[in-house]
T-cell receptor, first 113, second 119 residues
Framework: GENVEQHPSTLSVQEGDSAVIKCTYSDSASNYFPWYKQELGKRPQLIIDIRSNVGEKKDQRIAVTLNKTAKHFSLHITETQPEDSAVYFC????????????FGKGTTLSVSS | GAVVSQHPSWVICKSGTSVKIECRSL??????MFWYRQFPKQSLMLMATSNEGSKATYEQGVEKDKFLINHASLTLSTLTVTSAHPEDSSFYICSAPSGTSGRTYNEQFFGPGTRLTVL
């Protein structure tokens, strides 16, 4: 089955700096790669996703890049703000009904002002 | 649209008792729902796939007789933790994919989670 590795496990940056979180996946058939932000005790919140037919997607300060050949994808947050502090999870799955997401272990991002 | 609810949001029970958690899709139908478990400071681990009208599919290492799943309708799945023990204390989250309204299948919508504490 699918296995998703995520690095780093913790990341501390200064406000205004950029943050990059990287994930690799094992199953070459996976074609859907979402990123979630989770605050303590709450549900995961989708912040951006990418499908295998594109290499990059951007939404304001957040971008995701995908390299299918190398089987890795990355989350880029620019101009970080203290409210970006949270746990971020990457995930992978097939893009079809009935397929669950397999999550990476998470990255705790701390943005200090 | 695409709202998933869970009930209860938290529950405390004694060791040996059973606890039922409900997951509902409020504004869409879900033939499939997923149950995850999240221990403190860890990731979401898939427990099982709940299928409307058929048996659930459990992940390796998850005891199907302990975690009973019933997908009673197109909008409701329940997870019953039987004979709960302290090590079952965790955050249980359900999700459902919405394949309607132009969305692709695998955009998952998560419930708010249920915090289970077994004394």
């Amino acid at each position: 089955g699918e296995n998703v590795e995520q690095h780093p496990s913790t990341l501390s940056v200064q406000e205004g700096d950029s943050a990059v979180i990287k994930c690799t996946y094992s199953d070459s058939a996976s074609n859907y790669f979402p990123w979630y932000k989770q605050e303590l005790g709450k549900r995961p919140q989708l912040i951006i996703d990418i499908r295998s037919n594109v290499g990059e997607k951007k939404d304001q300060r957040i971008a995701v890049t995908l390299n299918k050949t190398a089987k890795h994808f990355s989350l880029h947050i620019t101009e970080t703000q203290p409210e970006d502090s949270a746990v971020y999870f990457c995930a992978a799955s097939y893009n079809q009904a009935g397929t669950a997401l397999i999550f990476g272990k998470g990255t705790t991002l701390s943005v200090s002002s | 649209g695409a709202v998933v609810s869970q009930h209860p949001s938290w529950v405390i029970c004694k060791s040996g008792t059973s606890v039922k958690i409900e997951c509902r899709s409020l504004d869409f139908q879900a033939t499939t729902m997923f149950w995850y478990r999240q221990f403190p400071k860890q990731s979401l681990m898939l427990m099982a796939t709940s299928n409307e009208g058929s048996k659930a599919t459990y992940e390796q290492g998850v005891e199907k007789d302990k975690f009973l799943i019933n997908h009673a309708s197109l909008t409701l799945s329940t997870l019953t933790v039987t004979s709960a023990h302290p090590e079952d204390s965790s955050f249980y989250i359900c999700s459902a994919p919405s394949g309607t309204s132009g969305r692709t299948y695998n955009e998952q919508f998560f419930g708010p989670g249920t915090r289970l504490t077994v004394l």
